[in-house]
């Protein structure tokens, strides 16, 4: 394994949180990589160096895997934060642009797509295109409920991060939240808006989040699980 392949599998490490585990753990799989769980109370700082002293090991696991094979355009996407589930329709290939359109009867798939594995930008881009527009009211309505005034959205698509708050009040969220429950959704958005009002993980910032999202505990616990549940046309 070069330096370089080496550098992108660390670039690429996911650390999950868990309530469960009683140490940390590191595991190799097609699926999903290099995947480092850590237990209640290691910082992200021990983790790290837990990984440099098994490096060694975790690449001779990454160098026994297959080679991965790039899925094809998904021929289904549910979107469960929006109660949808769009068909997807395969129009036959020309020379023409690829284009992916959404209408009443689902998503399609036109042009000449294959190109490039052109199809999963078509994706990607309708994807956060979605969630901007659903994002943006959800954000709005929470805000003033919780009495918050935010700064600008943004939407990104993220490996690992769900979301994020700057001291402006700039919130970023994730476009792969629309692949979750409608309440892990609103959680994230609750976990950001209160970053407005405690940019730390303090208690403060804690009785903010459970005032507007009492059972912010189980969703932060199913949030940590929810990435391994996401469909292989994202990864990217």
Same mark, same amino acid.
């Given at each position: 394994?070069? $330096?370089?392949?080496?550098? $992108?599998?660390?670039?690429? #490490?996911?650390?999950? @949180?868990?309530y469960r585990a009683k140490r940390l753990r590191?595991?190799?799989?097609?699926?999903?990589?290099?995947?480092?769980?850590?237990?209640?109370?290691?910082?992200?700082?021990?983790?790290?160096?837990?990984?440099?002293?098994?490096?060694? &090991?975790?690449? +001779?696991?990454?160098?026994? %895997?297959?080679?991965?094979?790039?899925?094809?355009?998904?021929?289904?996407?549910?979107?469960?934060?929006?109660?949808?589930?769009?068909?997807? *329709?395969?129009?036959?290939?020309?020379?023409?642009?690829?284009h992916l359109r959404e209408t009443c009867n689902?998503?399609?798939?036109?042009?000449?797509?294959?190109? =490039?594995?052109? &199809?999963?930008?078509?994706?990607? /881009?309708?994807?956060?295109?979605? $969630? *901007?527009?659903?994002?943006?009211?959800?954000? $709005?309505?929470?805000?003033?409920?919780?009495?918050?005034? =935010?700064? +600008?959205?943004?939407?990104?698509?993220?490996?690992?991060? &769900?979301?994020? #708050? /700057?001291?402006?009040?700039?919130?970023?969220? /994730?476009?792969?939240?629309?692949?979750?429950?409608?309440?892990?959704?609103? @959680?994230?958005?609750? *976990?950001?808006?209160? =970053?407005?009002? =405690? %940019?730390? *993980?303090?208690?403060?910032? &804690?009785?903010?989040?459970?005032?507007?999202?009492?059972?912010?505990?189980?969703?932060?616990?199913?949030? #940590?699980?929810?990435?391994?549940?996401?469909?292989?046309?994202?990864?990217?």
């Amino acid at each position: 394994m070069t $330096a370089t392949s080496a550098i $992108a599998w660390l670039d690429d #490490c996911e650390f999950r @949180h868990s309530y469960r585990a009683k140490r940390l753990r590191i595991s190799v799989s097609p699926r999903s990589g290099v995947v480092v769980t850590l237990p209640p109370g290691i910082s992200r700082a021990r983790a790290l160096a837990f990984v440099e002293t098994q490096r060694e &090991w975790i690449e +001779r696991q990454l160098a026994r %895997l297959p080679p991965p094979t790039p899925p094809g355009p998904p021929e289904r996407v549910a979107l469960p934060a929006l109660g949808l589930d769009l068909a997807v *329709h395969f129009v036959s290939e020309s020379r023409e642009r690829p284009h992916l359109r959404e209408t009443c009867n689902g998503l399609y798939l036109t042009g000449d797509w294959r190109t =490039h594995d052109v &199809w999963r930008t078509l994706f990607t /881009n309708w994807l956060r295109t979605r $969630a *901007h527009a659903a994002y943006l009211p959800v954000i $709005a309505e929470q805000a003033e409920r919780m009495g918050l005034r =935010h700064g +600008r959205v943004s939407v990104r698509l993220q490996r690992t991060r &769900w979301g994020s #708050c /700057n001291r402006h009040g700039d919130i970023s969220l /994730n476009a792969k939240l629309l692949l979750l429950s409608p309440a892990l959704m609103r @959680h994230v958005i609750i *976990h950001e808006l209160a =970053h407005i009002r =405690h %940019l730390d *993980h303090s208690p403060a910032f &804690w009785a903010v989040v459970e005032a507007a999202d009492p059972a912010w505990r189980s969703h932060r616990r199913a949030l #940590c699980q929810a990435s391994s549940s996401l469909p292989g046309w994202l990864e990217h």
